[in-house]
């Protein structure tokens, strides 16, 4: 049986869901690190970090999964990019929140440092791509009829 092109689109791995995994995976395994995150303290921090990791990646693969042919679907698609640039830049301040209320060393989250540059730097290739490939998204409008 051939796959259609719209099954291709969604199995495609692209450069930022592979850095986005990679520091999933990373961060995950530093939120259950004891040398990095105490037990007695992880429960301040932990969750909210996993949370919007999760809220990060979820909204990289939705932006993913949507091909572009309308004008409604790029604005669906730019509306989970942002979502995810939003995610990110909340996990960033939390981390490094988390770092200076419990007192982390600055070399046990150097490499997310540079896992999450890279994500940023991806993702904001990839929206300005599209801005050029598809055009900016519509604008939407408040209650008010007010453009945002």
Partial sequence: MARNDKQKHYSKKTPLINKTEELMVWLCGKLCSEQVFPKRSRWLFSGKIADLMNDYHTAVHKANEIKVVTQQERDLRHYYQTMAYSNLMALDVKINLAQRALDIEPEKLHHYAALCNDCRTLLM????????????????????????
């Fill in 125 to 148: 290739a990839w929206m300005n791509s599209d801005n050029k490939r598809y055009g900016p998204p519509t604008r939407l409008k408040d209650t008010e009829g007010n453009s945002r």
